[in-house]
């Protein structure tokens, strides 16, 4: 019941601090990223950006697995999708300088827009023919130039529903093809603290489990099915886990 009453508080609160941190964080890396794109300071306007989106959602987060990611380097990051929440989740929480796939209406937002395409974001049309699909590529390239790394979403979309749906083979073809790790990551708890297609934020316990890295060293085409299937076994057994135990 408190929850439903400070919830939207909470979401008036987090939209007007979040609208002015994107802005005067989204002009400071579209004007960085013209400088220096491999600027550390990118990374951390995005990561004080997602944070502060966090605070304000109410999130309390807990996160395991993050020794799987000592060694450093560039992954393919693949997560289950569950809310609006997930990616500054991600970006607050995953110890990597990550860039993400996004649909193209993102990038028709003032600043926000401009910003995440100055930090190359990979712009996404689901409704595209081969010619996008080359641009992707191009863009995916850039990631991989920079040394970054990046997640992927390959339900495609949100669950509606909170259950885990069918994975696309996308993501794991960019790892194959760059000879990338692939690290599967399970989330649970956004969507209850912010339920698809609905206004308010109503905050609560996330949880977020970072998997052992899956190599793609050698392997080809004909390997990416096996990824895919494997990956989305390691997060679908995690999930049925955390997903009502979030404490």
Do not use: C
């Amino acid at each position: 019941m408190l929850r439903s009453i400070v919830a939207p508080f909470r979401t008036a609160v987090g939209v007007l601090v979040g609208g002015l941190l994107t802005l005067v964080l989204g002009t400071f890396v579209i004007v960085m990223s013209r400088i220096d794109p491999e600027s550390g300071s990118i990374t951390w306007s995005m990561r004080t950006w997602a944070r502060t989106l966090d605070f304000f959602a109410g999130l309390r987060i807990s996160v395991e697995g993050l020794e799987h990611l000592e060694g450093g380097g560039s992954f393919v990051f693949v997560s289950n999708h569950l809310s609006n929440l997930d990616p500054p989740l991600h970006i607050a929480e995953v110890p990597a300088s990550i860039r993400f796939l996004a649909k193209k209406e993102l990038f028709r937002y003032p600043v926000f827009g401009q910003a995440i395409r100055a930090v190359g974001i990979v712009e996404t049309d689901r409704q595209a023919g081969p010619a996008a699909h080359r641009e992707i590529n191009r863009q995916v390239a850039r990631v991989m130039e920079h040394h970054w790394s990046l997640i992927i979403y390959p339900e495609g979309t949100r669950s509606r529903d909170g259950e885990l749906k069918p994975f696309k083979k996308g993501a794991f073809r960019i790892a194959v093809d760059n000879g990338l790790p692939i690290v599967p990551i399970t989330i649970a708890g956004t969507r209850e603290a912010w339920i698809p297609g609905k206004a308010w934020v109503h905050g609560g316990p996330v949880r977020m489990v970072i998997h052992e890295p899956i190599p793609t060293t050698d392997l080809g085409a004909e390997h990416i099915t096996d990824l895919r299937d494997r990956a989305r076994t390691v997060i679908a057994e995690t999930y049925e886990r955390i997903r009502f135990d979030r404490r």
